[in-house]
Every structure is written in structure tokens, then in C-alpha cells.
């Protein structure tokens, strides 16, 4: 799918802008792309233009809420699928995405973004072939790219996910400029779509899946064995797991883990907020 370019909103934003056309301002400087650039806005009593084309206000928008034209009116960034999956505004200014209300990104401390930098660098992806299991929002995929990937093959499941990420400029399009042809962007559940993909073709793994309640299946013994057989001897392994609080679930997940991908054949120890294995 396309990417969209056109300007998106929140509730912030639209009262700058507001506040501005009060004061007596005819234009405002305002980015339009969640902070990537700033644009000049002109604006008027029954709208505002950007890139040559006319808007009208819209009516008062919701808090914690992303919008986009979508050819009629501001339109929410969510869709219903499986459930509720919404794109959410951050302090940062880059988005992180929700699934029924449920943060699937760091966010709080630091801005998804850079989050995703720092795991990406423990698997050194300059000049790799990459393996991106769980895509999400593709910033694992933007990371790999500014650091000088080779390729990067990436799945995702979820076609709500895909269409957030054509609204999310942060997310990087595959057909984009940067991504130079490097980045192959598939639907698609990696639990059986990796048994597709040849032994020994790529250099590092990134894996970052749904909390195991919801994907037990990508915590699974077969599928470490899976990563495993594509992944060469030497190549690097960043898994996510976040910290789930082992006094409620009664499980250490980071040390489970760690042990099912040293069976597989890895040498794994528990890094940042998950486990960084390498094949034996």
C-alpha cells in the first residue's frame, strides 16, 4: 500500500494552530508529519492550507488520538480487526500503536524510535542480510537502514499493523528513496512463513514478538530451532521480551527464553529488555 502523505492532526497541534488564526496570524509554522518537518500553514476563519490545498477545521478532536484526510473529513488512525489497533501520538513525536488500549511500544522513558536503535545495535546490521520477524511499526527496519543493512526481510500478520504503518511517516516505506530496495515487506505469520526461508541465509535475527500470552507459538522450542537453521554460525540474535512481573505470571520469560535458545543452539544472555543469543 501507498504511503500517505497528507497532514495529520491531534488535538495539540489543531489548538496551535487556532490560537495562532486568534492572534491575528495569517500563517504558522507547524509540522504536519509528527515532527519530521515544519511546514507554513496559512490560515483562514473556514480553514487552513497546506501544500496547496484547503482544509476546513474540524470539529473538536480526542486526546491520545492521531488524524488523517481521509478524502472527506479527519478521520482517527484506527481500525478494527482482531481488535482496536489505534496509532498514538507520544511526547517524542513519534508514534507508538495500540491494540485495545494496550501500549505495544516503549514510550515513557524514551521515544520508540531510539529504543528500537540501542536493540538494533547488538546485532550490528551494517552489511547483513536481516531477518525482521514481527515488522510492527518497521522502526527495527528504519534503524537497520540508517545503520547500513544489506536486506532486511520483514513479516508482519496483521494487516491493521500494515495500514497504520502507511499513515505513520516514521515508518519506513518500501518503496522509499532510503530504503534503496533493501527492505522486503511481507504479510504474513513468520511462525509458518520462516519455513520458507533457505538454511543459513541471513547473517541476524530481530524478534520481536507479542507477549507470550498472545503468540506462544514464537516462544516455542520449534520455532528457536527454526531461527536457528536460517541463521548462520556467528550470526546475532536480539529477541524481545520485555520484563513481565514474575511474582503475578509466576514465570522468569527473559530466562525461559534464554534456555529454549541455548537447546536450539544459541549462546544467549539476557540484554536490555530481552535476551541476545548467538549461533553456535
Same mark, same amino acid.
Given at each position: 500500500?501507498?504511503?500517505?502523505t497528507?497532514?495529520?492532526?491531534?488535538?495539540?497541534?489543531?489548538e496551535?494552530?487556532?490560537?495562532?488564526?486568534?492572534?491575528g496570524s495569517?500563517?504558522?509554522?507547524?509540522?504536519?508529519?509528527?515532527?519530521?518537518s515544519?511546514?507554513?500553514?496559512?490560515?483562514?476563519?473556514?480553514?487552513?492550507?497546506?501544500?496547496?490545498?484547503?482544509?476546513?477545521?474540524?470539529?473538536? =478532536?480526542?486526546d491520545? *488520538?492521531?488524524?488523517? +484526510?481521509?478524502? $472527506?473529513?479527519?478521520?482517527a488512525?484506527s481500525?478494527?480487526?482482531?481488535? !482496536?489497533?489505534?496509532?498514538?501520538?507520544?511526547?517524542?513525536?513519534?508514534?507508538?500503536?495500540?491494540?485495545?488500549?494496550?501500549?505495544m511500544l516503549?514510550?515513557a522513558q524514551?521515544?520508540?524510535?531510539?529504543?528500537?536503535?540501542r536493540k538494533?545495535?547488538?546485532?550490528?546490521p551494517?552489511?547483513?542480510?536481516?531477518?525482521?520477524?514481527?515488522g510492527?511499526?518497521?522502526y527495527?527496519?528504519a534503524?537497520?537502514?540508517d545503520e547500513?543493512?544489506?536486506?532486511?526481510?520483514?513479516?508482519?500478520?496483521?494487516p491493521?499493523? =500494515?495500514?497504520?504503518r *502507511?499513515?505513520?511517516p +516514521?515508518?519506513p $516505506?518500501?518503496d522509499?528513496?532510503?530504503?534503496?530496495?533493501?527492505?522486503? !515487506?511481507t504479510?504474513?505469520?513468520?511462525?509458518?512463513?520462516?519455513?520458507g526461508?533457505a538454511?543459513?541465509?541471513?547473517?541476524?535475527?530481530?524478534?520481536?514478538?507479542?507477549?507470550?500470552?498472545?503468540?506462544g507459538e514464537?516462544y516455542?522450542?520449534?520455532?528457536?530451532?527454526?531461527?536457528?537453521?536460517?541463521?548462520r554460525?556467528?550470526g546475532r540474535l536480539f529477541?524481545y521480551?520485555?520484563?513481565?512481573?514474575?511474582?503475578?505470571?509466576?514465570?522468569?520469560?527473559?530466562?525461559?527464553?534464554a534456555?529454549?535458545?541455548?537447546k536450539?543452539?544459541f549462546?544467549?544472555?539476557?540484554?536490555?529488555d530481552?535476551?541476545?543469543?548467538?549461533?553456535?
Amino acid at each position: 500500500m501507498p504511503h500517505y502523505t497528507g497532514p495529520l492532526l491531534t488535538r495539540p497541534l489543531l489548538e496551535q494552530l487556532q490560537t495562532a488564526l486568534k492572534k491575528g496570524s495569517s500563517e504558522a509554522s507547524a509540522s504536519l508529519d509528527l515532527g519530521r518537518s515544519q511546514q507554513t500553514v496559512s490560515l483562514s476563519a473556514d480553514g487552513w492550507q497546506y501544500r496547496g490545498q484547503h482544509y476546513p477545521w474540524p470539529a473538536k =478532536l480526542k486526546d491520545r *488520538t492521531i488524524y488523517y +484526510w481521509d478524502g $472527506d473529513e479527519f478521520s482517527a488512525a484506527s481500525r478494527f480487526g482482531s481488535g !482496536l489497533y489505534k496509532l498514538v501520538p507520544t511526547d517524542w513525536g513519534i508514534p507508538t500503536f495500540e491494540i485495545d488500549g494496550i501500549k505495544m511500544l516503549v514510550s515513557a522513558q524514551i521515544s520508540p524510535l531510539d529504543d528500537a536503535r540501542r536493540k538494533v545495535a547488538l546485532v550490528e546490521p551494517r552489511g547483513k542480510q536481516l531477518l525482521d520477524t514481527c515488522g510492527g511499526m518497521g522502526y527495527f527496519a528504519a534503524c537497520c537502514l540508517d545503520e547500513g543493512v544489506a536486506s532486511i526481510r520483514s513479516f508482519e500478520k496483521s494487516p491493521e499493523v =500494515l495500514w497504520l504503518r *502507511t499513515l505513520n511517516p +516514521w515508518s519506513p $516505506d518500501p518503496d522509499g528513496e532510503h530504503a534503496g530496495g533493501r527492505l522486503q !515487506l511481507t504479510q504474513g505469520d513468520i511462525s509458518k512463513e520462516i519455513e520458507g526461508i533457505a538454511d543459513a541465509s541471513m547473517d541476524a535475527v530481530l524478534h520481536d514478538p507479542p507477549r507470550f500470552g498472545i503468540a506462544g507459538e514464537l516462544y516455542s522450542q520449534v520455532f528457536y530451532d527454526q531461527l536457528a537453521r536460517v541463521l548462520r554460525k556467528g550470526g546475532r540474535l536480539f529477541h524481545y521480551t520485555g520484563a513481565p512481573n514474575k511474582l503475578t505470571s509466576g514465570r522468569d520469560v527473559p530466562r525461559e527464553v534464554a534456555t529454549r535458545l541455548q537447546k536450539a543452539g544459541f549462546k544467549a544472555e539476557l540484554a536490555l529488555d530481552g535476551v541476545l543469543a548467538v549461533r553456535k
